[in-house]
């Protein structure tokens, strides 16, 4: 089965600094990885996702993610924080049949002014 | 105004009571899934359904349970038998080719 691990339950970062949360899988297979970000009491919306191409990847907000094969990671970046990218941030891989995603268990990022 | 709706936003419910969360889209996405939230565990999958009057256990399917009857909705009940319900849960779609799962905003149920 596939696991996903995000080093650091939670981050902090001062504002206009950079933003790095690690994430790792285990996978045999070229996987689908995921990147979305949750803010307090709300779904989960899709930062970034690798499918096939290109490996570095860019999404919504100033984001990116670099897939790594030979690390078996995808870590997820943004160059300047800002205070609205206070959020948690969950990493996820696709297993298996019917396109189910396992997820790590999210790092909450915390800007400071 | 496409999307997904849960509903309630917030529930409670009694002990020994199953209760039932409701999920909708008009995305006309062919499968849809239900994971529960518990804080520093991340999302478990609980069912999934790939087309309509089918469905699949996911890892933590004791004590729910859900029917796909419209391929708009996949309402999914929390029985009696679930030992710990109260959780935030999550409904998703799968965007076709894009390998995307796009989520509704949740439904906190907390048991009394």
């Known amino acids: 089965a596939q696991s996903v691990t995000q080093l650091g339950s939670h981050v902090s970062v001062s504002e206009g600094a950079l933003v790095l949360l690690r994430c790792n899988y285990s996978?045999?297979?070229?996987?689908?990885l995921f990147w979305y970000v949750q803010y307090p009491n709300q779904g989960l919306q899709l930062l970034l996702k690798y499918t096939t191409g290109a490996t570095l990847v860019k999404g919504i907000n100033g984001f990116e993610a670099e897939f790594k094969k030979s690390e078996t990671s995808f870590h997820l970046t943004k160059p300047s924080a800002h205070m609205s990218d206070a959020a948690e941030y969950f990493c996820a891989v696709t297993e298996g049949y019917g396109n189910k995603l396992v997820f790590g268990a999210g790092t909450i990022l915390r800007v400071k002014s | 105004d496409g999307g997904i709706t849960q509903s309630p936003k917030y529930l409670f419910r009694k002990e020994g009571q199953n209760v039932t969360l409701s999920c909708e889209q008009n995305l006309n996405h062919d499968a849809m899934y239900w994971y529960r939230q518990d804080p520093g565990q991340g999302l478990r999958l609980i069912y999934y359904s790939q087309i309509v009057n089918d469905f699949q256990k996911g890892d933590i399917a004791e004590g729910y349970s859900v029917s796909r009857e419209k391929k708009e909705s996949f309402p999914l009940t929390v029985t009696s038998a679930q030992k710990n319900p109260t959780a935030f849960y999550l409904c998703a779609t799968l965007a076709g080719a894009n390998r995307a799962q796009y989520f509704g905003p949740g439904t906190r149920l907390t048991v009394l």
């Open positions: 996978s045999s297979v070229p996987p689908y």
